[in-house]
Each structure stands twice: as C-alpha cells, then as structure tokens.
C-alpha cells in the first residue's frame, strides 16, 4: 500500500514569551496569548517567562533570557516567536538579528485575526489603517521577518503588498483610509440620527471578547449573527430589533469584543464603531461568568469605556454562561445598575433581561393625556410608533389618548 503523502500546509509552531514581576498573571496572560495565537492559526510549541522589575529596552528580554530562547526555538523546532507586550521597532529589530526567525508581538496576532475576520467595507477599512498605522514605523523590522518566511501571523490583509513600498506612500495610504472611514463615520451618523428620531430605547452590547455577545443578540432577536467559542468571532457592529413582551421595541447593536492591551492602533481605527456605546440610551455589559478570569475582564472593559470617554450611561451587567461548570452565581458588580443572570445558549434568564430593560424604558418616558383633532390623527402612529398607548377614546371633541412616550417625542406632539 502506498504511503501517504501529506501535501497540506503546516500551521506555524510558535514560542510564546513573556517578562514582568507577577508570575501568576504573566501566565494568565500567556494563556490569553496561546488562544489568540490558536485563532490566528498557530500552534503553541513552547513558552518562556522572564522575571524582571523593567523591560529591556533594547531586547525585551534579558541577554541570558535571549540565549535560553534560542536554544528553545531549535530544540521545538519553532518557526516563530510571539512576545505578549507590544515591541518597539527597536526591540523587534534587534530580537529578529539575534534569534534569526520570526518575531511578532500579542499587537501584530489580534491585527492578523481582525484581518481575517473583516467582513463589510468599512471592517477592512478600519482593520487595513490599523495595520498600516503598526507597521510604519517597523518596516525594517517587518520586511526582514516577512521575507524570511514569506506567509503566516502577520501577512494577512494588506500587509503582503505593503512590504515593496516605502514609508511615504504608506503614508499617503493611511490618508486615503482616513478620508474614506470619514465617508462612512457621515453614513453612520446618519443612520444614527434617525433611530434618534425614531425615539426607540438603544443598547450597545460591549464585554469583553467571547463572552456571548453575538450569541445573546441572535436569540433575542433572531438575527443569525456568526458565534463561534472563538476570540473575535465576529467584528462588524450589527443592530437588530428586539420586541419587549409589552410591544415595545429596543434596537440592539453588537459591538467589537474588548481584550487586554487591546492595541491603540486598533482602538483608534475603530473608534467610530466603538463609539456606538457612546450614543446608545443603555450598555448591556454581558460577563462569561464561568471564567476564572472574570473580574479582570470586567476591569479591561471598564477601562476600555473610560478610555473612549463613555460615561454617564446606565449600565445592566449581564452574567452570561450560567450554564457552564464552574459559572460563578454569587458573582457581583457594583459599577452597574442591574444585574442579571443568564445562559444565551439556554434562553434561562432572558425574560428577567427584558423585564429590566421595560422597567429602563418605563423610567426613561413621560405620561400625558392629550385631546388630539381628527386632522391630527397621524400623531398617534407616532405614538404608537415610539412609545405606548395607555388609553384611546374617539369621542366628539377629537381622540382622548392617555400614553407614555419619549421626551423627543412629548417635545414634538405639544408643538
């Protein structure tokens, strides 16, 4: 019998390495990092830890640390390196002239996954300027690492066909980019305006990457969003209808997962879709309760919304995953306004979800009762429409209507 010929490509085998003065979390991190690597399409062959109270500056790592590293990469027969902090080109450059592989940093695989994942125009465009903002100031670094290898982390998207041109045309490219995700930021405000005056309760979905996002949004409102148990399963903001069980309706939009050290560079090409956050009427913070890892999580989160100066906003902390062995059930948030229990693969919880966001829009609306003409009768589509009918009489005088609304719309119907 003929033996069989493997003719498929190998995944890279990476050594993940990191330095710092906390163990614990070093390795919680590599953990983080190995996943991120896995999603990117690597295996994790090895990974070294250095204890120290500064970085190098030069290095990252120590000189012995360097030479540990090496012996690493030839004894697991490693293609590749992936440091867990983001490296100056300085530090990439010298790493790659001493190691002789690859060297990519926890940025470089997170831009490699978004690359992967984009999916509507203004996805790649986002991801494409991030990419390109990285990699201006490493071209040396990066053209050296890249031609070596010639595929794998980090030559997704434009990266390829970037490497050939210098740093001024890169430049004129990320102007390019900026102008064209300015056209679509005008799109978005757009959209954005008439939800406004449509005056229906908004919530951004925020949380930290995997948390069930995706998942919550397709079965509250059925929208068959992609959910895979991946980091970044899904990166284009999608809002979608949910009909509260009295009739009413809140507009949903999942946003882009949140991770530690989320890249500047990734924060700031996509800021205008995190920025869904900063115009919606309620943050539902959906919490994997089932990871160890959980307050930390909700930590990145807080901090990313700071980050992006999104405040002032009421807040219902969703404990998702209660399914799971080893959910945390006493698990609490003392940031937020609500808190509720849920499992979004189950559907357990959800009523008690919708309960609260009612009791938000009950809250958020204003009572009147109002005698409107018959020429006038179109105002109470409108109410029916944006808020809700408590009452409605046809009598002589006109219709006699007793309703709760938003205050845009009680603004518009008394003038």
């Known amino acids: 019998m003929a033996e069989l010929i493997e003719t498929g490509e190998r995944p ?32 994790t062959a090895g990974r070294l830890i250095q204890s120290r109270e500064s970085i190098h500056p030069a290095t990252y790592l120590g000189k012995g640390k360097i030479d540990e590293l090496k012996e690493l990469i030839w004894e697991l027969s490693a293609t590749g390196v992936v440091c867990d902090d983001e490296l100056s080109p300085t530090q990439l450059k010298n790493l790659e002239d001493v190691l002789e592989t690859k060297v990519m940093d926890r940025t470089m695989v997170i831009l490699d996954i978004f690359a ?56 004129e490219r990320i102007g390019q980019l900026k102008d064209e995700l300015e056209d679509v930021k005008r799109h978005r405000e757009v959209v954005r305006k008439k939800r406004e005056r449509g005056g229906a309760l908004t919530a951004a979905i925020v949380g930290y990457t995997n948390a069930g996002k995706s998942t ?72 994997d309760c089932a990871n160890p890892r959980m307050d930390l999580q909700m930590h990145v989160v807080y901090e990313t919304l700071r980050s992006l100066d999104i405040k002032d906003k009421e807040i219902v902390t969703v404990f998702n995953k209660t399914d799971k062995e080893g959910a945390d059930l006493a698990a609490r948030d003392m940031v937020s306004d609500y808190r509720v229990r849920i499992s979004a693969k189950t559907g357990e919880g959800l009523d008690e979800l919708a309960g609260i966001l009612e009791t938000i829009l009950r809250n958020r609306r204003i009572y009147f009762e109002k005698v409107f ?9 409108r109410i029916r429409k944006s808020g809700r009918i408590l009452s409605e009489e046809y009598l002589e005088d006109g219709i006699h209507v007793k309703a709760s609304v938003p205050a845009e719309l009680f603004e518009e119907l008394y003038r």
Request: charged content about 30%.
């Open 12 to 43: 890279e085998r990476v050594i993940l390495f990191a330095a710092g003065t906390e163990r614990g979390e070093l390795n919680d991190s590599l953990d983080e990092l190995e996943e991120l690597v896995a999603t990117a399409g690597a295996l």
């Open 116 to 171: 992967a994942r984009a999916r509507t125009r203004e996805g790649k465009i986002q991801v494409e300027l991030a990419q390109l903002r990285y990699r201006a100031v490493r071209l040396v670094g990066l053209r050296n690492s890249l031609s070596r290898l010639g595929g794998g982390i980090g030559t997704r998207g434009p990266g390829e066909k970037k490497l050939e041109i210098d740093r001024r045309l890169i430049h």
């Open 373 to 381: 003409p018959y020429p006038q009768a179109g105002k109470i589509q």
């Open 216 to 287: 919550l949004l397709n079965r509250l409102t059925q929208a068959d969003i992609l959910a895979e148990d991946k980091l970044f399963a899904t990166l284009d903001p999608t809002t979608r209808a949910f009909v509260l069980p009295g009739g009413e309706t809140v507009l949903l939009t999942d946003t882009v997962g949140f991770i530690r050290k989320l890249p500047h560079h990734l924060i700031e090409a996509f800021r205008s879709t995190l920025e869904e956050a900063k115009y919606c009427d309620v943050i539902l913070h959906v919490v």
